[in-house]
């Protein structure tokens, strides 16, 4: 760029193709019913912009992989933060639900 010429702007960022996983999906049901057991109430099928790695189960290996997560704010911002009692609800939602589709008892 010249000394004195305009800025120019381009887009190097990364970028994901959109996905989403049927709610009928055993795995679905399964971290579902786990999560509203563990925090006492019915949750939320909400999508997002956050690019996540299920996306690669559910386009390119057709394996149903639903996200689960603590709760929290300004997500990849400066100050991002995080609920630390859902962070302790959401490890539960996932192990618990891990062990139910794999057949393990509790």
Do not use: K
Not at 18 to 32: G, K, L, Q, W
Not at 50 to 78: K, M, Q, W
Not at 96 to 104: E, H, K, R, V, Y
């Amino acid at each position: 760029m010249a000394l004195g010429a305009p800025p120019e702007v381009g887009w190097f960022g990364w970028d994901a193709e959109p996905h989403e996983c049927s709610r009928d999906a055993d795995i679905v049901r399964t971290v579902t019913d786990r999560a509203e057991e563990i925090c006492g109430e019915s949750g939320q099928y909400i999508g997002g912009l956050s690019g996540l790695d299920e996306r690669f189960y559910n386009l390119y290996y057709d394996i149903p992989c639903p996200t689960v997560g603590p709760s929290g704010g300004n997500t990849h911002g400066a100050d991002e933060f995080l609920e630390l009692d859902s962070l302790v609800d959401a490890a539960q939602a996932v192990a618990l639900s891990a062990m139910d589709f794999c057949g393990i008892d509790a």
